[in-house]
């Protein structure tokens, strides 16, 4: 009898585990979505090539996600759309053209880009869902974060997203 009570309680608690997000994981909430993610796999692999993408970066006085307003107080309603957006933006125009001489560095992009897809994949099921509902005010954001993007010839426009990779990570964590 007593061994059936410690099976339960041992089964009930590898039940619980499972259910919590693996490790290095975070549960983000944009407006009524819920995405887990591993934020310290993203930034590692950033951290590690962040100094070499940014030296890439020959035009430093423009940025493309720090733009007057841009990711600036965007409402709590309209983050999953911005955020969608811009994890599409990530994985369809600038990973593509981020590629060096140096292939650990396009490893790292390459897994970085992999946890973007995944995350574009989640999203996109919200959207599908209607949880992601997109107003005017961020439409208008992240068609400005295009134009600063398509204002630059493309190679240099993927390095510069990638090398501000840390404006994005940061705003996600503090909209939290």
Known sequence: MKG??????????????????????????FGQCRVSMS????????????????????????????????????????????THHLFNFYVDKVFKHCKT???????????IANSFLSMKRKLRQCHE?????CEEESTEKFK????????????SAAMKSLGELDILLDWMEKSQ
């Open 144 to 155: 400005q974060i295009l134009a600063n993007y398509e204002g630059l010839n493309v190679t």
């Open 4 to 29: 059936s009570h410690l099976f339960l309680c041992l089964f009930s608690m590898a039940c619980w585990l499972n259910l919590m997000p693996t490790a290095g994981n975070r549960i983000f909430h």
């Open 39 to 82: 934020m310290t796999e993203i930034r590692l692999g950033f951290t590690a090539i962040k100094a070499n993408i940014q030296a890439r970066d020959p035009i430093r006085t423009l940025s493309i996600l720090s733009h007057p307003h841009s990711l600036h107080k965007v409402k709590s309603s309209d983050r999953c759309c911005i």
């Open 129 to 133: 869902q209607n949880k992601c509902m």
């Open 101 to 111: 001489e140096d292939s650990y560095i396009n490893r790292k992009i390459s897994s």
